[in-house]
């Protein structure tokens, strides 16, 4: 069997059973522990799946990864408030600025918020409220 699709195999696995060993790998498909070690770093090189001891677990998506809205407005609140501040004052009456969804993006909105006549777009609906 090519590497390439033993490589296969073992995502096909992985997406079917959530996680795969080395050693139960070894021996589905007949070769060492050593060449499945290799395909899994490959792998995991590629972005294609998380290493783990023994085995490998599927790549987590950045929905799973992602901190609470809450909870990244704390971590760097003390930057994000000086960022928000000196983006506030460019801003001036009668002016439409863009603010994209996020954290800083918030701060910003919430600084310009005794700017007259300043028009937001956004696709935040935490910004929009």
Known sequence: MLSEER???????????????????????????????????????????????GGALPKENGALKDSSLQEKARKTSPEKARIAAAAAQKFVQGKVIILDSGTTTTAIARACRNIKNLTIITNATNIAA
């Open 7 to 53: 490589r296969r195999k073992i995502l096909e696995l992985l997406r079917k059973e959530g996680r795969v060993l080395v050693r139960e790998l070894a021996h589905r498909f007949r070769t060492s522990q050593i060449t499945i070690r290799k395909d899994l770093e490959s792998l995991h090189h590629d972005g294609q799946l998380e290493r783990a001891h």
